[in-house]
């Protein structure tokens, strides 16, 4: 069994950047897939970066460009590079991790994931 615990989150101003934490602990022998998601109050889950098992990425449009997902493996860790913060990147992040293979139309979608950590917060002012 996998554990996640995400760490990182902080409340910054506009134009700031933050890195994310996801560290794995337990049976972590398996190749993962991983992704970042985040939740709003009484928004949906939205993925906004996912990495396979051999690393290629995939992001959202609301992220391409401004956040770098990346993962060591030696220290079974899951990072997210966040740069150019607003106020729309206000939410929950969340730290999720599969050990099936998830078809490209699902790395950025809930149901391709079954593993997730607590979540860290993180909050943008203007």
């Known amino acids: 069994q996998v554990q996640l615990v995400e760490s990182g989150g902080a409340s910054v101003q506009a134009g700031q950047s933050l890195r994310l934490s996801c560290a794995a602990s337990?049976?972590?022998?398996?190749?993962?897939?991983m992704a970042w998601f985040r939740q709003a109050p009484g928004k949906d889950r939205e993925g906004v970066a996912a990495?396979?098992?051999?690393?290629?990425?995939t992001y959202s449009d609301s992220v391409q460009g401004r956040f770098t997902i990346s993962k060591d493996n030696a220290k079974s860790t899951l990072y997210l590079q966040m740069n150019s913060l607003n106020p729309e990147d206000t939410a929950m992040y969340l730290c999720?991790?599969?050990?099936?293979?998830?078809?490209?139309?699902?790395?950025?979608?809930?149901?391709?994931?079954?593993?997730w950590g607590q979540g860290t917060q993180v909050t943008v002012s203007s």
């Open positions: 337990g049976d972590t022998r398996s190749n993962f897939f």
């Open positions: 999720a991790a599969t050990t099936s293979p998830v078809w490209a139309g699902l790395r950025l979608h809930h149901l391709g994931y079954n593993i």
């Open positions: 990495i396979d098992d051999i690393g290629l990425t």
